[in-house]
């Protein structure tokens, strides 16, 4: 039976990249983001692959997101799978310096926007005991860095809410997993910094994880056995042995 899956945050990044991923192997896809025409270009380019329908909505607004899942025509009401991807890290200040915009913007799409989606779409995995939850995290979540401190606590709150959810959900079968990544090269330090020329250095001197690597990861988590739940993953490039520690040639 071909399994239909919500993706948060699916225009850009390991978004896009499980999107593809998932297309390849005919999961039927619900695509979410705020920018429509990436949606629009994203959703022509999969349709050959799979069946695609989009919504247009901001995980922030708790409105918008309980009313556009409530949208969903017939054939895509029934989710099997959920990838709470949609996050954001805004600025690198000591919390002294920190601005107030920024620590909102991190825990409103992080923390509430993954509940608020989550909310929406539980009830149907509970009323037919099954489902599989992926919430994605961060090497973050797993050890706080310098000027970290807001970033990585909603990330530190992300895998806090899914062991919650896995212990809740326990006795409906419904599979919870976290993935945490470290250095992934996407558009996300661009957001980080405000495209500040730093962004472009991130990943200079050595082999970030690419999108692709994580939509992989992802793939083979839903593909396991019913019986079969990677709870939580940790992946870093070889480059990288923590948050701080990165081996980076002057060379490359």
């Excluded at 709470?84 to 002294?96: C, K, S």
């Excluded at 989550?118 to 919430?135: C, D, F, L, V, Y």
């Excluded at 809410?161 to 996300?188: Q, W």
């Amino acid at each position: 039976m071909t399994k239909t899956a919500l993706i948060t945050g699916a225009t850009s990044g390991i978004g896009y990249a499980t999107a593809y991923e998932f297309a390849k192997h005919g999961i039927r896809l619900i695509l979410c983001g705020r920018r429509l025409e990436r949606l629009t270009t994203i959703q022509k380019a999969l349709e050959n692959l799979t069946d695609v329908h989009i919504l247009n909505f901001d995980v922030r607004d708790k409105e918008e997101t309980f009313k556009a899942i409530a949208s969903l025509p017939e054939a895509f009401k029934t989710i099997d799978i959920l990838i709470n991807n949609a996050g954001n890290a805004h600025g690198l200040d000591p919390i002294n310096a920190g601005s107030l915009d920024d620590w909102d913007a991190m825990m409103d799409i992080n923390v509430k926007g993954l509940l608020y989606v989550s909310k929406a779409i539980i009830p149907q995995m509970t009323e037919r005991q099954s489902g599989h939850i992926i919430n994605i995290g961060s090497s973050a979540g797993k050890e706080v860095y310098p000027k970290g401190n807001v970033y990585c606590a909603s990330k530190h709150a992300v895998l806090a809410i899914t062991e919650g959810m896995r212990m809740d959900l326990n006795p409906y079968g419904i599979k919870v997993s976290a993935v945490n990544p470290g250095l992934v090269e996407t558009e996300f330090s661009k957001v980080r910094f405000k495209g500040d020329a730093i962004a472009n250095t991130v990943y200079k001197g050595f082999k970030a994880l690419q999108a692709d690597d994580i939509a992989e990861i992802i793939y083979f988590m839903v593909s396991r056995p019913s019986h079969v739940n990677i709870a939580d993953l940790l992946v870093f490039p070889t480059a990288q042995a923590s948050s701080t520690i990165v081996k980076k040639e002057l060379w490359a």
